[in-house]
Nanobody
Framework: QVQLVESGGGLVQPGGSLRLSCAAS????????MGWFRQAPGKEREFVVA????????DHADSVKGRFTISRDIAKNTVYLEMNSLKPEDTGVYYC???????????????????WGQGTQVTVSS
């Protein structure tokens, strides 16, 4: 079992920045690819960004390329999501998730992920 706890969400103005954290406990953190997903009101949960077990590979949704950066600190069992130049359409609940499989082409699929956090709210509004 892996327990994931997100933090760092809040209200920010358009153009602002936030840094989300996801602390993992339980089984070996480095055994999991990690992903961030988000869900806006009335919409389905969608892929945002993922990072491989070693941290050497990342994958970003087109909507966040150049603005969001994912990183992981294996010593701290934590994955981060640095969000810059935030837009109102970035509003939603952000979830981190852990995938124990390989770094494959299905890494953007929700069904790939074995464990999920409870989510943290991000609101971008003036």
């Amino acid at each position: 079992q892996v327990q994931l706890v997100e933090s760092g969400g809040g209200l920010v103005q358009p153009g602002g920045s936030l840094r989300l954290s996801c602390a993992a406990s339980g089984r070996t953190f480095s055994s999991y690819n990690m992903g961030w997903f988000r869900q806006a009101p009335g919409k389905e949960r969608e892929f945002v960004v993922a990072i491989s077990k070693s941290g050497s590979s990342t994958d970003h949704a087109d909507s966040v390329k150049g603005r969001f950066t994912i990183s992981r600190d294996i010593a701290k069992n934590t994955v981060y999501l640095e969000m810059n130049s935030l837009k109102p359409e970035d509003t939603g609940v952000y979830y981190c998730a852990a995938d124990g499989g390989g770094w494959g082409p299905q890494r953007r699929a929700l069904r790939r992920y074995d464990y999920w956090g409870q989510g943290t709210q991000v609101t971008v509004s003036s």
